[in-house]
């Protein structure tokens, strides 16, 4: 259906823009650091797989033994590799000192370890879910001891 006035409406409106405005300390209770640590899709898996998922880097070790049978389903492996980054991020975040998620300007949360250097956990969790490499523990190890 064409209503001429409507139409010109919609030509002279930009698009909104948003904006987010996240707390400098959000790792403190009740930030989004807790947010973050959810990741209901990988635990609910994990536990239907009888892991039980404790934010510790042995955790990690166990989804790696994992059998990958998300890879053949195209709509879980994007959520659920995001889920696994969210993961990895919150075990560096709660047991490697001085670490701490960020949020950039593009709204992607990372992980700043105390040297300054930032993690991109959610794409190594993307390419571990499609492709298992790089293992989650791997990745942890390598934090671990920067």
Known sequence: ?????????????????????????????????????????????????????????????TLDQLVPRWRDDDE??????????????TVVVRTVPGAGWRIRPDGRPVVRLASGREIDVVSDGQAWAAHGVPELSQVYAEVAEA
């Not at 001429?4 to 403190?28: C, I, Q, S, T």
């Not at 879980?76 to 991020?89: E, I, K, S, T, V």
């Open 76 to 89: 879980l492996l994007p959520w659920l590799g995001n889920d696994a980054g969210l993961y990895l991020g």
């Open 1 to 61: 259906m064409e209503i001429p006035f409507l139409g010109k409406w919609r030509k002279r409106r930009d698009p909104a823009a948003g904006v987010a405005v996240f707390p400098e300390d959000g790792d403190g209770p009740g930030g989004y650091g807790d947010l973050l640590a959810e990741c209901e899709l990988l635990r609910s898996l994990a536990g239907r797989e009888g892991a039980a998922l404790d934010d510790t880097a042995a955790s990690l070790e």
